[in-house]
């Protein structure tokens, strides 16, 4: 049972250029969050999703893209990276809106 | 609109001393609140919930919290600090209107020997 799996765990990217943080859990979860971590700043929600086929924006939305095409896979895009983007991003999966996150170990980006 | 806060960015306590971290909420209707534990460089770990029934809530490593509706509190406590408890702290509320899972922005524990 791997739980969350996130990759890659380590990206440097320039300023402009595309990517998709992956994120896949195997224990049937409905609910999956993509929150980004930054220093004193807690973890600010992205997008979350309820389903497959269905995604909602969180907090900090501007710049990402996301899919919930499968159960398993909740993939975070980013169409033109820029430094403000320098973050690490952690993916979530809970079973119910009472449950506990299990989180991925974490994807740590850097914009230059 | 939905939001919680942790109103310091760190404590310390000596071992063997009782701990508390504070977080306050808030939200439109009623709230699950949650407590997780980050070690360095890693994802975070579930502590304890609190969803409904006692106020008093038991979790994982001997910590406790106290849900206070009056005061829209969710303190974590423990009796007595471990070295080993030393880690970065994360309430966390949920509107039960919602399903958006708000963080605070943590609060670091470091416990002395």
């Known amino acids: 049972n791997a739980g969350v799996t996130q990759t890659p765990k380590f990206r440097i990217l320039k300023i402009g250029q595309s990517m998709t943080l992956q994120c896949t859990q195997d224990?049937?979860?409905?609910?999956m969050y993509w929150y980004r971590q930054d220093p004193g700043m807690g973890l600010k929600l992205i997008y979350y999703?309820?389903?497959?086929?269905?995604?909602d924006k969180g907090e900090v939305p501007n710049g990402y893209n996301v899919s919930r095409s499968t159960t398993e896979d909740f993939p975070l895009r980013l169409e033109l990276a820029a430094p403000s983007q320098t973050s690490v991003y952690f993916c979530a999966s809970t079973v119910l809106a009472t449950g506990e996150l299990f989180f991925g170990e974490g994807s740590r980006l850097t914009v230059l | 609109a939905q939001s919680v806060a942790q109103p310091e960015d760190q404590v310390n306590v000596a071992e063997g001393n009782p701990l508390t971290v504070k977080c306050t909420y808030s939200v439109s209707g009623n709230p699950y609140l949650f407590w997780y534990v980050q070690y360095p460089n890693r994802g975070l770990q579930f502590l304890l919930k609190y969803i409904t029934g006692d106020n008093l809530v038991k979790g994982s490593y001997g910590f406790e919290a106290e849900f206070n509706k009056s005061q829209t509190s969710f303190h974590l406590k423990k009796p007595s600090a471990l070295v080993s408890d030393s880690a970065l702290y994360f309430c966390a509320v949920r509107d039960v209107n919602t399903d958006k899972l708000i963080f605070g922005t943590g609060t670091r524990l470091q416990v002395f020997p």
């Open positions: 999703s309820v389903g497959a086929g269905i995604t």
């Open positions: 224990m049937n979860h409905n609910y």
